[in-house]
């Protein structure tokens, strides 16, 4: 995910988290100006407390992200490219002084390996289409929209894969990431694609 960092309240976080190595939460925001889109929280800085911001909310369970890449093009703008490890859950949030969210968080177990039953095999199956199509059209590693390994014998991986791909509403695709299970996960992702009409699926 490519990151457009120029509000004051992630310019520290994030330059501290690069320096540092440290990551930074990503989640999906409820209410507030940018709804529909994703604001970062992070534990690595501590300004002074206030409240300079309008309301905000947003979701409990979000992604830790890691920076891959930074390069400052003009002062006040950093560009960066971060990549999602790891679900969280927040337990605790607080607005610090500019509208910087800090917070504690637990970390959510990685989905179990699930095997991919026969009868959704086919959603299977259509991702790694897709991944062959862009391969031959000379798409390199890095331009993909996912990285290796290609998990494409596990649920949860095509599961997640999929909900990368689709454009789905915002609050129905964080209804599935923070499913627990795997395999219902992957099962309503088959329902979304069936709908979709997408070649060679069938109910």
Not at 51 to 75: K, M, W, Y
Not at 110 to 124: F, G, H, K, R, S
Not at 125 to 151: T, V
Request: hydrophobic residues 45%; charged residues 20%; aromatic residues 6%.
């Amino acid at each position: 995910m490519p990151l457009r960092i120029f509000e004051v309240r992630y310019l520290d976080m994030i330059g501290k988290c690069h320096k540092s190595g440290a990551p930074f939460g990503v989640v999906a925001l409820t209410e507030g100006s940018e709804v529909r889109q994703r604001i970062a929280t992070a534990d690595a800085v501590s300004p002074p407390a206030g409240d300079a911001f309008a309301h905000e909310a947003f979701n409990d369970v979000g992604t830790l992200a890691t920076i891959t890449s930074l390069s400052r093009p003009q002062a006040g703008l950093i560009m960066v490219h971060c990549l999602g490890t790891q679900r969280i859950r927040i337990t605790r949030r607080e607005k610090l002084k500019y509208g910087l969210w800090v917070g504690d968080v637990d970390l959510l177990a990685p989905d179990a390996p699930v095997d991919i039953p026969p009868d959704l095999q086919v959603t299977a199956d259509a991702l790694g289409q897709i991944i062959h199509s862009l391969q031959a059209k000379g798409m390199q590693q890095e331009q993909l929209p996912f990285s290796k390994p290609y998990r494409l014998d596990e649920s949860g991986w095509v599961a997640n894969r999929w909900c990368e791909l689709l454009q789905l509403p915002l609050d129905l695709k964080q209804r599935l990431m923070a499913l627990e299970n795997p395999l219902v996960r992957l099962e309503l992702v088959h329902d979304i694609l069936v709908k979709a009409g997408i070649p060679g699926l069938a109910p």
